[in-house]
């Protein structure tokens, strides 16, 4: 029993990567919407460079889960037939598709029409790369405490708390301002308040989840002060992001960073419950 804090390079790997696919979705539509003028689309393309850089470091701790970097290369033997190969597939590929658009649209070499597509292309492959991390683990039915509906919310709630903070957080560096930045706050918040539901219904079917030797409850005992930590880092984070905005002006940088970084904080303790809640059916498994 724990709060899966021994998996901690897979938790980096996955609240990291559905972040960076928000953020991303965040910037892309900024680009293809928002009308900027080409000087700030320059800005807003570079302040990519975050992106690439969180992802990185979520592969790198990935791959410490391997025991060996190395290893990382078998994880690919068996694409399409392998859920967590086509997770790592589908994130390299998202990484790589990404990345090298980026760079051709750093240095000028992308056309406008070339480079939305590019856009398009990397928000789908995002969205793709999320529901791969997804189906790592909702599709093992011998895990009755990941076998459902909670995992795939979980992910995608992070993508929709953590994701538009991110973009936000880049389109202010990059001098973005406007009204519809505005919706971004509304998108975290309606992502809370679903999450705020989501926990105790999750907290509340462990206790009809067990199998002969094993009790999904006591898992993880402080499920549910654990779970009252991490929507306190997340509120307290959307506090930082929305307080300046209700007195007329845009919070600062280092305000934003910070409400980021207590974004992260909340995800990695609720990741850390969802792989503490590990267990197999055992001989019987009951719900």
């Known amino acids: 029993m724990g709060s899966g804090w021994h998996e901690w390079p897979l938790m980096i790997f996955t609240v990291f990567g559905q972040c960076v696919a928000g953020g991303f979705i965040v910037l892309a539509l900024a680009l293809m919407k928002g009308q900027l003028p080409r000087e700030q689309?320059?800005?807003v393309v570079l302040s990519m460079f975050a992106l690439?850089?969180?992802m990185g470091i979520g592969f790198i701790a990935s791959t410490l889960h391997l025991g060996s970097p190395m290893r990382a290369f078998n994880s690919l033997n068996r694409v399409g037939a392998s859920s967590l190969s086509n997770e790592i597939a589908s994130g390299a590929v998202f990484f790589a598709v990404g990345g090298i658009g980026w760079l051709l649209a750093v240095t000028n070499k992308l056309s406008c029409a070339l480079r939305s597509v590019w856009l398009v292309v990397t928000m789908v492959l995002g969205v793709v790369f999320v529901w791969m991390m997804v189906r790592v683990y909702n599709t093992i039915d011998t895990v009755p405490t990941w076998y459902r509906i909670w995992t795939p919310l979980s992910f995608f709630l992070t993508l929709f708390i953590g994701g538009p903070l991110l973009g936000y957080l880049l389109l202010c560096w990059a001098g973005v301002q406007g009204w519809a930045l505005r919706l971004l706050p509304a998108v975290s918040l309606a992502a809370l308040a679903v999450s705020v539901v989501v926990s105790p219904m999750q907290g509340v079917e462990l206790a009809s989840?067990?199998?002969?030797?094993?009790?999904?409850?006591?898992?993880v005992p402080e499920y549910g002060s654990l779970m009252a930590w991490r929507i306190g880092a997340i509120v307290l984070a959307l506090v930082c992001w929305v307080a300046p905005q209700l007195?007329?002006?845009q919070p600062a940088l280092?305000?934003?960073?910070?409400?980021?970084?207590l974004v992260l904080v909340g995800e990695l303790i609720g990741r850390g419950v969802f792989y503490g809640l590990h267990m197999t059916v055992g001989m019987a498994v009951a719900s």
């Open 41 to 43: 689309q320059q800005r």
């Open 52 to 54: 690439w850089v969180l």
């Open 209 to 219: 989840i067990h199998s002969s030797i094993q009790q999904a409850s006591a898992l």
């Open 247 to 249: 007195k007329g002006y």
């Open 254 to 261: 280092p305000l934003l960073s910070l409400a980021f970084a």
